[in-house]
């Protein structure tokens, strides 16, 4: 066989230059059971509710889904007040932004996010062949201006989440609306609201309501933080009915589980459940901002489920923290990914493992 004989197919061009996505680890040598505290799941897990529905859809494993999520769908636009022929349903709000990439973006074209916008964005707008542009982020926070500035003859998408992660940072309700004001009703503004349910800012404010009469902006959320259903994999989007019809034609028919449907629903009726998730999340955060910050390190304000460490110090880096976390059984997330070599994030657990993170620390500073 000649060398050309043994050649594959090539994928297209850019893929592999995309830097595979490298999730929270979930595993340290030699501790039976670390705590996770890497991928801002919800400490509580998931409600009775969700548990229950999950064990009874069972009976239906070898059944197609619902493909168009029906009893999800009422469910949600009831729960939110939104028009269900407007909600797109994703494997995971990931999903939901590659359709909406896939659906909008020709090679050549390009997203506009911050400097430390979620990765999920970018990598499959990168699938697509088009280009990223990235908007400074000074004070770890999207800046309008700095996004507009960004903007160009090319851009079909412009990404925020509010709030950020991996920063932890938000945008007012005013500074979304000057965003969407100031850009062209042909680019398309998604605003992605994971983490909505932990804040407690007043000048924050859903955009579920600017969404309804624009023709031009996505909101989206996902079952994956309040509701403790990362497993699972189902997030949605409130869309411009246009922007769904768009996505309803290139959308796997059956992308979202049986059981992550039956355990959606659930969680949505589960009030005691996202309460109690709040509350553990609105205890915890700033006692672990004000401790870890007593310590000499820098902690971000943060409003999502999750602070930001920094380690400005040389002497003790983000690595060392790291390391020190990983000798106590605690896994955190450093976050170079995002090229903040400094930090390291760190989901609000339960108030053993918060209370192990903040003695570990403590330590750490002390080394
Ligand atoms: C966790 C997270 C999501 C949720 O992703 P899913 O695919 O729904 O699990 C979305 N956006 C951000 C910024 C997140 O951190």
Known sequence: MTDDAMTGPAPKPGILDIAPYVGGKSAIAGVAEPMKLSSNE???????????????????????PDGRASKLRAAVAEHHG???????????????????????LTPGDNIVTGQ??????RISALGCQAQVKLAPEPGYKAEVDALLEQV???????????????????NTAEEIRRLHDALPSTVLLVIDEAYAEFVAEPDWETSFPLARDAANIVVTRT?????GLGGLRIGFGYAPLAVAEAVDRIRLPFNVSVAGLDAATA???DEAHQKASRELVQTWRPRLTQAI??????????????????????KRPASAANEY???????????????????????????DQNRAVIDALSEFAAT
């Open 42 to 64: 919800n400490a509580l897990g998931a409600g009775e509710k969700a548990r229950a529905a999950y064990e009874a859809a069972i009976r239906n494993i070898h059944i197609y």
């Open 82 to 104: 939104l028009e269900e022929d407007r909600l797109i349903f994703g494997n995971g709000s990931d999903e939901v932004f590659a359709l909406l990439n896939q659906a909008y």
């Open 116 to 121: 430390y916008g979620f990765l999920a964005y």
């Open 152 to 170: 160009d003859d090319r851009t079909r998408i412009v990404y925020v989440s509010s709030p950020s992660n991996p920063t932890g940072s938000y």
């Open 223 to 227: 079952f994956s933080k309040i509701h």
């Open 267 to 269: 969680a949505l009726s």
């Open 293 to 314: 910050r007593g310590f000499g390190f820098e902690v971000l304000p943060s409003v999502g489920n999750f602070v930001l460490v920094l380690f400005p110090d040389e």
């Open 325 to 351: 976390l990983n000798s106590k059984g605690i896994i955190v997330r450093p976050v170079g990914g995002y090229s903040i070599h400094n930090g390291l994030r760190i989901t609000v657990g339960t108030e």
